[in-house]
């Protein structure tokens, strides 16, 4: 498998290079013979030995500046080495060609280490020195970077390692805006890095953010400007890709660049590239794949792409990330948005969306946990109210109401508890509905909130049923329906039931009444015939009923 190199030093002890599972890679003009590594195909008749020649005695000599250590990686066109400047006594990492006797790949290396040191921004890796080894090696020295790359937190979070609980949405957001800065200010500067990817992502355990291997970097003059990086190839006109050629990684490349129109690349198929990590970030999957490189090619080149929402709906995808996501994936470099500039401001919109929700999440919530204790303390009253009720009535039945005030005192405790548990039981219901009417006007549909209440209501509805306060009923009861989403309470509030009928012997007919009140006296009234007994009656609404049976005779 080809690799692409990166350095990133881990925070278990050691600095290692990550090789990338996505490697980039290079396709001949027919499409099928892949070339691997981090460079583009040479072309028939490119011959940099003279420029390589004129350009060589310019490079500074370090024959014993850096003590060289262990190698770190190994990619397609170059390896990278542990070492320690003398000068300076810092460690950098050394990045030296795989083949120093190939003079074009000479000048694409050189070309690397120009444009990523005129790249001067914290999310592009610094470059300290370009020049010769004492064997007469070509090198580069740049900062040893140390952390993780995006791949890596991207398999964690696949698999729910450790890294989960690290990386949340805010934090994956965030890290992309980073991304998009950096790739926003190499834009500003004339220069597209036609290889963007998770792997080529390095995170630091402190937030640093840098986008790394900058091998496939290309100028690009603006409408109104030409590249303000200057390469050696770029000033000889000797950038060898040529249409019909293929450099890249399959996963991230644009329509564009899948089906070898290179002369429409630009800064727009970065933005693309931007919007297939961000695909990647919201479902842990890239948004095309396929058994060969080849496929994955086709697919992106021909194939619409599957919203994030419906690729990984346990994801709980933002609906405007989702949005800009697909814009930059659009298969037509004009719908794509305008720059990564602007890709990073919807993104930084979107995050305080984000914590404008967590926020407003986080004083409901509170709400809530304020209203479940309020109404806990309401059922536990209620409860003691019921039971202080019946006691009373037992004293009131048991004491004449001409007793004497010693007789009559326990009963007058009695009440007074009574009355004090059902006010602290107002109290309580009081503050229990303060609460969720409080955590509901942050977050009016949040459905725990409403069930909850709807609870509350009921339990306040069968309190006063039990007092037979037919005003408070009612008044509980359209509360219970106004927020009783699911139904659950909705057969209890209507109240009604089944009379089953045994009768023994068989052959009974029966007449059931219903009690209404009749010049203020309950009075059998709608009489309903029941000629075959037994029978089961339903549904009986809620009330009081008579019933006559007939036998033979």
Known sequence: MPHTTKVAARTEPKTELMASPRDTEAVGPDHDTPWRGDTAPPTAGDDATPALEAMLPHLTAAADRYAVGRELGRGGMGHVLEAQDVALDRPVALKLLNEPEDSSLCLRFVDEARVTGQLQHPGVPPVYDLGTLGDGRLFF????????????????????????????????????????????????????????????????????????????????????????????????????????????????????????????????????????????????????????????????????????????????????????????????????????????????????????????????????????????????????????????????????????????????????????ARLAAARSLSEALAAYHAALGVDGDHFPTRRALCALYYAAFEAAERDGDAVQMAHYENFVRAYDDDETYAERIKGDGALEVETSPKGLTGTLFTYAPVDRVLTPTSPRRLERLPAVVEPLAMGSYLLKLRGPG
């Open 141 to 420: 020295a740049m900062k040893r970077i140390e952390g993780r790359t995006l791949r890596e937190v991207i398999e964690d979070l696949r698999e729910d390692g450790p890294e989960a609980r690290n990386f949340g949405r805010v934090r994956l957001l965030t890290v992309f805006s980073q991304i998009c800065r950096a790739i926003a200010y190499a834009h500003s500067r004339g220069v597209m890095h036609r290889d963007l990817k998770p792997d080529n992502i390095m995170l630091g355990a402190f937030g640093e953010v840098t986008v790394m291997d900058w091998g496939l970097a290309k100028p690009f003059d603006g409408p109104d400007r030409p590249a303000a990086v200057a390469t050696r190839r770029g000033a000889e006109g000797r950038f060898a890709t040529q249409a019909g050629e293929v450099t890249g990684t399959p996963h991230y490349m644009p329509p564009e660049q899948a089906a070898g129109r290179i002369d429409e690349l630009g800064p727009h198929s970065d933005i693309y590239s931007l919007g297939a990590v961000l695909y990647e970030l919201l479902t842990l999957e890239p948004p095309f794949d396929g058994p060969t490189a080849r496929a994955i090619r086709d697919a992106v080149a021909t194939q619409p792409v599957v919203p994030p929402s419906r690729r990984a709906p346990d994801r709980d995808i933002p609906h405007d990330a989702e949005q800009l996501c697909l814009e930059c994936l659009s298969k037509e470099p004009a719908a794509r948005p305008r720059s990564a500039a602007w890709v990073a401001d919807q993104v930084d919109q979107i995050l305080e969306g984000d914590r404008d929700r967590a926020r407003k999440a986080e004083e409901r919530d509170q709400q809530l946990t304020r209203g479940q204790r309020a109404a806990d303390n309401y059922f536990e009253r209620v409860e003691q109210h019921r039971l202080l009720h019946a006691r009373t009535a037992k004293l009131r039945a048991r004491i004449d109401p001409w007793a004497d005030d010693e007789t009559r005192r326990p009963l007058w405790q009695a009440e007074d508890a009574e009355s004090a």
